[in-house]
């Protein structure tokens, strides 16, 4: 089955700057990329998504890219803020299975003022 | 207001008993799923179901049964619980069909002692 690697597991940055978070995929079926934003004891969140038919897409201060070719994406967050402190998950979706989200192990976002 | 209702939110069980988890989605989905996190592992995709039939399912243990009685109901049974079985399990749902968002409830936590 698929499987998605994430990293780093935590990523301290400075507010006002730049946060990356990287994820790689095995599955070439895989076509649909959603970012999740998770904060302590609550539910995960869609933040962002991409589909298999472009390589950018940004809402706001969100960028995501994908390279179909390395079978890596990645999440950019433009002048982080300390509300963007939580934690953030990658997935896949479209290969094997119905539906099935295939989650990286999630990356822990601490933005200090 | 939250649109997928999971009862109860904590759950504190013994082991080698039963239990089941409630979730009612009102999003008019014909998606609905389950997913397990722990502190051993991330978000863990465990069953996927379409228009109350099952589609998916990543769980190897015969102890976990998903039971839909209504189109937007999707209840999970555990049975004889095991300690290792304890962490919050997110019922989720999406339109019909595939890479579309998909929501997440509030989780029940369990733990098994």
């Known amino acids: 089955g698929e499987q998605v690697e994430q990293l780093p597991s935590i990523l301290r940055v400075q507010e006002g700057s730049s946060a990356s978070i990287n994820c790689s995929y095995e599955d070439s079926a895989s076509n649909y990329f959603p970012w999740y934003k998770q904060e302590p004891g609550e539910n995960p969140k869609l933040i962002i998504d991409?589909?298999?038919?472009?390589e950018r897409k940004q809402i706001q201060e969100l960028i995501v890219l994908l390279d179909k070719k390395a079978k890596r994406f990645s999440l950019h967050i433009t002048d982080t803020q300390p509300g963007d402190s939580a934690m953030y998950f990658c997935a896949a979706s479209g290969g094997s299975g119905y539906n099935k989200l295939t989650f990286g192990k999630g990356t822990v976002l601490l933005v200090s003022p | 207001d939250p649109k997928i209702i999971q009862k109860p939110k904590y759950l504190v069980a013994v082991t080698g008993s039963e239990k089941i988890l409630i979730c009612e989605q009102y999003l008019g989905h014909n998606a609905m799923y389950w997913y397990r996190q722990s502190a051993k592992k991330p978000l863990e995709f465990m069953f996927s179901?379409?228009?109350?039939?099952?589609?998916d399912n990543q769980t190897a243990s015969s102890r976990f049964q998903p039971q839909s009685s209504k189109k937007n109901h999707l209840d999970l049974q555990i049975t004889a619980l095991k300690p290792d079985d304890s962490a919050t399990y997110f019922c989720?749902?999406?339109?019909?069909?595939?890479?579309?968002?998909?929501?997440f409830g509030k989780g029940t936590r369990l733990t098994v002692v």
């Open positions: 179901y379409s228009y109350q039939k099952l589609m």
């Open positions: 991409i589909r298999s038919n472009m």
């Open positions: 989720a749902s999406s339109q019909q069909g595939g890479n579309t968002e998909v929501f």
